[in-house]
């Protein structure tokens, strides 16, 4: 018999449904498991991949929606049939009635095993990386360019808020008609923003009253440049505008030392300082199409870069924000996120298209003057579409620009902070870029307060009601974590590097959530096209609910494996090694192809101290002992090494 080396689709899905009939028992029988395996099957059928991509993630966006509490189940409406008398859909009808009343509205103690069994079912192929089509990528431009139109609108309110900021501010007169509203008379929305905007800056201004915007290490980013450098080109300074030599002089954070700056004097005589727009690219995200990027220009990147590491370094070490603006931990949001949804006292905001809604004459309004001319020195003015047509950015910056993400999360940290009743709200604000997790008494009033600067709440997103919570990849409810197993990389047929690291770890997620069945189907495949796959140390048995470490203490192995072997899979050759005193496996590691290029001296000496010094870890922190760890395992750093990104090789290695 020949193995199956393609994984078909509809058989993961039936494997669901059957890992769901084993775990709910008599909730989901076996008479439902055929009935409802044959509607995915006809409808797979007749839909072809869209029924598993696009048609079940919609009925799940809607189940959220209905979740919350602000629309009732309705499933007519996105075309499934319901259980006559009811408006529960007939697909997963008796998962869907342990948390529904017939009415369509949530039952007053609803399952939330169910919730979780339904969002698997439902979710699985939603991020699944598929070629996006020339309709996606023309919707993406025009939401960017719609994006650009909205914040062109806020012109003239944000022209009369810097206008009349300084008089309000040094003005008691005026600052005594905010003193002055009450609940009967409300202030007017200029009002609130212009009282919202001072609290807002003097508290970024105690923020960064420390912070010394010129004690930056610059370096490269890792991703594609607007100007097409190479890897190594990008040391080789051809064009740096005078805008950013304003801030950070040319000598001083583009020459690794002044002898640099002598002998490569004639070279360094004939660079220009022309002002370049930024790229714009489209890259693959998920099922729904494509996402838009902008590629910044080296020289920008470069003081990009540096200004964005000080910034987050300074803003996670400082007692104002520490606890409440993260960008290296989603763990609070996350851990936020469960909370929220266990007794319903914090609700979860998610913003629509923030990085490209940050007005730049807001952060002008609200960073301090000692910082705002380094971030706007640093930031491209225009960006150039796939077409070729030029937009001029009213934004501060767009995705792709490494100052993007700490001024997004700091503009809507300090609103929120800023109009926050109470001490106990304002240490209650989570953000994390633009997952942002408040109080539920204060989340209306956060949404206001955003939407006035702006900002727009994608309010269908947004879990204020209910219980259940989304947050930095973290699906909550009754605080149990239902965040379900999303399959992005697409299945291949023959080796490759990335289908065999993914899927191994998609069919690893699946054993340890008890999906034992779609573990199976995944297994087969990989077997079929890869044969002999190596096996954990460290796993959990089938026959046992309490897991126990072997022979390796539950240690990473450091290459894919699986939690358990099929019979039928080979087993890898062992060895003993003599000089490590350890049996070894024969096994497949993924390797990224190194690329050698010398070049000049001093260009890599200023690698050398712009990139190694990220290489160690920051012992100042609580978690000093794993960067060590994580350090130990990293190859020496060279210069003339370079990683080829997205690419990389299965090799044979002795572990």
């Known amino acids: 018999m020949v193995p199956n080396k393609s994984l078909d689709k509809f058989q993961l899905i039936a494997a669901l449904l059957l890992d769901a009939h084993m775990r709910l028992g008599v909730l989901f029988n076996t008479k439902s498991l055929r009935l409802t395996t044959n509607v995915a099957k006809r409808r797979y059928l007749s839909e072809g991949t869209g029924f598993l991509t696009k048609t079940l993630p919609r009925l799940c966006k809607h189940f959220d929606q209905a979740l919350t509490g602000t629309i009732k189940l309705n499933p007519t409406s996105i075309g499934f049939a319901t259980i006559r008398g009811t408006e529960l859909p007939r697909f997963l009808g008796e998962l869907f009635s342990q948390i529904f009343q017939k009415d369509g509205s949530v039952l007053p103690d609803p399952n939330a095993q169910c919730v979780m069994w339904i969002r698997r079912i439902l979710l699985f192929l939603y991020k699944l990386e598929l070629p996006y089509t020339d309709s996606q990528e023309q919707e993406v431009i025009s939401a960017f360019k719609q994006a650009e139109k909205d914040l062109s609108d806020l012109d003239i309110i944000f022209a009369e808020m810097r206008t009349n900021y300084v008089d309000y501010c040094s003005s008691r007169v005026q600052r005594s008609r905010w003193r002055n509203c009450r609940q009967d008379n409300p202030p007017s929305p200029e009002l609130m923003r212009l009282e919202t905007a001072r609290r807002a800056r003097r508290l970024l201004s105690d923020l960064f009253a420390t912070f010394d915007p010129t004690d930056v290490i610059p370096r490269h980013g890792p991703g594609a440049v607007a100007t097409k450098q190479r890897l190594w080109e990008k040391f080789r300074w051809t064009n740096v505008s005078s805008r950013v030599t304003s801030s950070y002089p040319f000598d001083a954070y583009f020459c690794a030392s002044p002898g640099h700056v002598c002998d490569s004097y004639d070279s360094f005589s004939r660079i220009t300082d022309e002002e370049n727009s930024a790229r714009v690219i489209l890259v693959p995200k998920d099922s729904r199409g494509p996402r838009l990027i902008s590629c910044e220009p080296v020289d920008f990147q470069w003081a990009q870069q540096g200004l964005s590491s000080a910034i987050v370094r300074h803003v996670e070490r400082h007692h104002i924000s520490r606890y409440n603006v993260f960008f290296t931990d989603q763990g609070p949001n996350q851990r936020g996120a469960l909370l929220g949804s266990q007794h319903g006292r914090y609700v979860t905001l998610d ?177 079929a096209v890869y044969g002999c796959i190596p096996e954990d140390d460290y796993h959990v048995s089938r026959s046992s609910s309490n897991p126990g470490p072997t022979s390796n203490g539950g240690a990473n192995p450091g290459y894919p494996s699986l939690r358990s072997t099929p019979h039928e899979c080979r087993r890898p050759k062992t060895r003993f090694n003599p000089k490590l005193q350890k049996l070894q496996k024969k096994v497949r590691v993924l390797k990224s192809p190194s690329i050698r290029h010398e070049m000049d001296g001093w260009s890599m000496l200023l690698r050398y101290f712009t990139e190694s010094s990220a290489r160690y870890p920051d012992m100042s922190g609580q978690r000093s002992e794993s960067a060590w760890s994580d350090f130990s395992d990293q190859s020496p750093f060279s210069v003339s090494s370079y990683t080829k990104r997205k690419t990389s090789m299965l090799v044979w290695r002795w572990r």
């Open 351 to 527: 913003l629509k298209e923030a990085s490209d809604r940050v007005h730049l004459d807001l952060v002008r309004l609200l960073f301090p003057e000692s910082l705002i001319s380094y971030l706007e020195n640093c930031r491209t003015l225009s960006t150039v579409l796939p077409s070729g047509e030029l937009v001029k950015l009213r934004k501060f910056a767009p995705m792709g620009s490494a100052l993007c993400f700490p001024v997004m999360a700091l503009t809507i940290w300090a609103l929120l902070t800023s109009f926050a009743p109470n001490a106990d709200t304002r240490e209650s604000i989570l953000v994390y870029g633009d997952d942002v997790i408040v109080p539920t008494a204060y989340a209306e009033s956060a949404m206001a307060i955003l939407e006035l600067f702006g900002l727009k709440i994608n309010r269908n997103k947004s879990c204020t009601g209910g219980l259940f919570r989304e947050s930095c990849g973290v699906d909550a409810f009754k605080g149990v974590n239902v965040t379900p197993v999303r399959l992005r990389t697409v299945w291949s047929e023959s080796p490759c590097p990335e289908s065999y690291a993914s899927y191994i770890s998609y069919a690893n997620a699946f054993w340890d959530r008890k999906c034992y069945a779609t573990y199976d189907v995944i297994c087969q495949s990989l077997v």
